[in-house]
């Protein structure tokens, strides 16, 4: 039978599709291209620096204002290069910058002061298209545009998905979530920054203690350049041990009011940027997302049970930026996010086909964070201080109830939970170049963690015929109350010449929960071989307190009383060593290798379980919901080799190859070592793209780009076939512990864009296949009861994507 919404939804893309063609006279389309210039150390905005369009004829070019500002108007759109000139200064270039007619492109470039003294030479150096946008990180670190999020296939705009692509990183096994494994390490070990601030998951469908989820709540739209670190991290980075992403939101146009919408399959969203007044600096830029599927759920036309989907999700984005003319840049930034998920139990017993019918289940996730940070340049032009300060409210809620076929199919509760995790946080940095040579950078951060957990379950026991024995609810967790974690940093960059730049600093960490504390040296020496060929190494001591949740889990003692036995946890801790060698053949032609080893100690293992190491586990659940009694007395070890063999986007296409080979290995309360649940031993990522300039004045652009992963399974334990058989259950061999992988995972992703160029307006449409295949990859393997046999489970297939975008 025909849908009563088909010819609805047919009228809905006929529209789409005619929006992008309407206009049909071809013109010579240009766009205003604007930013700030400024000493890459100091951030002081350089004065009279000229800004030039390559390859313009006429020349478009102009000079910077007394704030560092530049305009050039009338760039063709299209890809578009600029080139930077200072006095004294290396020559700073942008390459192949993307343009479109629908709104400005807004730049902050910064140049570097050579060591030697020039006094009036201008210095020309090729500029690393990838070097990180923090002075102070030397290794295992590198930028990401948000162009990148949006071309590489099925990274579906997110940070944390795009991220996937980079040596040493990979997903954590599922194909659903954006999580992802960094040299081997837990994913609960990769931390999230937002303008400066540590930030709590900034996912949909997460879990506690997680860092990666479902979908991003951060939108493309509000994002600009930021940093992605892998390891050794700058001084100023504490309570992290696997890797960071250092997210900045970007300015809103402070002299032109621009707009964009998008229709996705996973999200509809509309983004309003500009001045808050006609003549004023000031400006705002907000961002609002609401799940596609639970909008048509609300008009009637979702194909699925938005519910059992997982797919009812909103988020919404700000940044207001108030420049003053004597006291510095002030701006209030904000993120929040509702997670709807659920599925009901069917309540016709003949459907039953495992017990999982018998189950309903609905969570929630509500997630707040506000900031405000103040930037003041000091008169000397030397120095700057930056201020943040910041408060998240971070909220899961669960609960999920059952059939109880023993009582008429009565209703029974199962488990409660609510989670609630507050924080606010004060960060200030001084820093200070007291020439070309030497940087100081000095700071703190001041971090109120309150908290308020509850969660209770029944012990259950599944019988024949769908009957279920089940306790009495039991208390996990139950604990209000607040903490403090401190931090302080020192670090200092001493380019002693043209061929070698010292970075040194120390870290420190005290948790008042315990009175645990760190004190962590790191330091980075690179070395200049050639113009075009470095060595870098670095050392360090790093540190991360376990979520609070693993601190506060109740345990129960055989005369019935309870107490918190992993309350006095000390500090996770790790040193980290790594040397960098990169080669760049050309402008756009670069290789990377990097060769590390960490060594994870006072690592917390349950002393009563061979396989308990917190090195294994992705959030709070594994603690929570065992008998674990935690000790710092476990170990660990991530060794491996990083490869990027990298093509940067020039003459219309680009290229990118990275790969890993890795060993992960944790031990024991008993000092018996295994493997680690992420140890997948290999990854091989390749991918690459071509865009083609077409319509009448080939002022639109044709993006086709492909992807390609190979990595190892993941592990699963080795199964005692004797004993599972005769006790019904799976039982590991006395040594195997993830000592066995399920067959290697392969995918090729694809996509394609055509955006089109029309006056004050640009069309986008973007399809994209993750697994284009549909290969059944598998996820893991347990054991089947019924047959006495192992069981694959497989991965998600082919996952379409599709979206439409308009700026204006």
């Known amino acids: 039978m025909k849908s009563p919404h088909s010819s609805k939804i047919k009228f809905c893309f006929l529209f789409l599709f005619c929006c992008c063609f309407c206009f049909t006279n071809a013109q010579n389309l240009t766009q205003t291209v604007k930013g700030v210039v400024q000493d890459a150390d100091s951030e002081y905005p350089l004065i009279g620096a000229t800004v030039a369009l390559a390859n313009s004829d006429p020349m478009i070019a102009t000079s910077t204002d007394v704030d560092g500002a530049f305009k050039l108007e009338g760039v063709p759109v299209g890809r578009q ?72 296939a099925a990274a579906l705009l997110d940070p944390a998905r795009m991220a996937q692509n980079f040596a040493g990183v990979m997903s954590s096994g599922d194909d659903l979530l954006n999580e992802i494994v960094i040299r081997g390490n837990s994913p609960a070990y990769v931390q999230w920054r937002l303008e400066g601030l540590q930030i709590p998951s900034p996912n949909h469908f997460t879990s506690k203690g997680s860092s990666g ?10 994002l600009t350049n930021s940093d992605f670190y892998t390891g050794a991290f700058p001084s100023e980075m504490g309570n992290v041990l696997a890797g960071a992403f250092d997210l900045k939101l970007r300015t809103g146009n402070n002299e032109k009011r621009e707009y964009s919408f998008m229709l996705g399959a996973l999200g509809t969203e509309i983004s309003m940027e500009g001045p808050f007044s006609k003549g004023s600096k000031a400006s705002y830029l907000v961002n609002y997302r609401y799940s596609t599927l639970a909008l048509l759920d609300q008009i009637g036309l979702s194909p699925v049970d938005v519910g059992d989907a997982g797919l009812d999700f909103q988020d919404l984005s700000f940044k207001f930026n108030f420049p003053t003319k004597n006291a510095g840049v002030f701006s209030i930034f904000g993120l929040g996010g509702l997670t709807r998920e659920g599925a009901k139990a069917e309540a016709d017993s003949t459907k039953w086909n495992d017990f999982d019918d018998l189950f309903a289940y609905r969570s929630d996730g509500n997630l707040g964070i506000l900031g405000l940070t103040h930037k003041y340049l000091f008169s000397n032009q030397k120095s700057y201080l930056h201020m943040a300060l910041g408060y998240t409210y971070d909220q899961y809620r669960y609960n999920d109830e059952f059939f109880d076929v023993l009582d008429n199919n009565r209703v029974v509760e199962d488990e409660v939970e609510n989670l609630i995790d507050k924080s606010l946080r004060y960060s200030l940095t001084f820093n200070h170049k007291f020439n070309a040579k030497h940087t100081i950078r000095v700071g703190g951060v001041y971090s109120m963690l309150d908290y308020k957990f509850e969660n209770t379950e029944r012990f259950l026991d599944f019988l024949e015929g769908y009957q279920l024995e089940y306790s009495e609810p039991s208390v996990n967790l139950s604990a209000t109350g607040s903490t403090e974690l401190l931090q302080g ?49 670095a050392a360090g001591v790093h540190s991360q307190m376990e979520h609070l949740i693993n601190y506060l889990v109740i345990r129960e003692r055989e005369d019935g009383s309870t107490f918190q036995p992993n309350r006095n946890l000390e500090l996770t801790k790790a040193v980290h060593y790594v040397l960098g060698y990169d080669h760049n053949f050309s402008s756009d032609f670069r290789l990377k290798l990097e060769a590390y080893y960490q060594e994870l100690y006072d690592v917390p293992a349950d002393s009563s379980y061979r396989r308990g190491s917190i090195l294994n586990t992705t959030d709070v659940y594994d603690v929570l919901y065992s ?51 992420f140890n997948a031993r290999y990854n091989l990522t390749v991918l690459g793209g071509k865009e083609y300039q077409v319509g009448k004045s080939k002022q639109n652009t044709l993006s086709l780009n492909g992807k390609v992963l ?22 590991t061999t ?29 069309h986008s449409i973007v399809l994209e296949f993750q697994n284009v295949t549909n290969r059944d990859n598998v996820a893991d393997i347990n054991y089947d009861f019924n047959t006495r046999s192992l069981r694959e489970n497989y991965q998600t297939g082919l996952i379409p994507n599709f979206n439409y975008r308009i700026e204006f």
């Open 734 to 762: 006395p040594d195997g512990f993830y000592k066995l992988q399920v067959s290697p995972y392969f995918r090729i992703d694809v996509s394609a864009k055509y955006s089109i160029n029309r006056p004050k307006a640009t």
């Open 489 to 537: 940093f020192g670090q200092w960059k001493y380019r002693m010449n043209e061929k070698w730049t010292l970075n040194a600093g120390l870290h420190f960490m005290y948790l008042s929960l315990n009175g645990s504390y760190s004190i962590e040296p790191r330091g980075s020496l690179k070395y200049q071989l050639s113009p075009k060929q470095s060595l870098t190494f």
């Open 213 to 222: 989820g479902g979908i991003s709540m951060l939108s493309s739209s509000i």
């Open 81 to 152: 290069s600029l080139e930077i000139r200072y006095l004294g200064y290396e020559t700073g270039f942008l390459s192949n910058l993307v343009v479109t007619s629908g709104k400005e492109l807004s730049l902050t470039v910064k140049l570097q002061e050579p060591t030697q003294d020039l006094a009036e030479v201008v210095v020309k150096a090729s500029q690393d298209k990838q070097n990180p946008l923090n002075e102070m990180a030397s290794v295992s670190a590198r930028s990401f545009s948000v162009e990148e999020t949006g071309r590489y």
């Open 710 to 731: 190979y990595s190892g399974g993941n592990r699963y334990d080795e199964i005692d076939w004797d004993r599972s058989i005769a006790e019904s259950r799976f039982i």
């Open 627 to 677: 008998e674990a009694i935690l000790t710092n007395t476990g170990r660990g070890r991530n060794i491996g080799i990083d490869l990027t063999l990298e093509k940067f986007y020039n003459r219309g296409y680009y290229a990118l190859l990275t790969g890993s080979l890795f060993d992960s290995k944790f031990e024991n309360a008993q000092g018996e070592t295994f493997n680690t649940r």
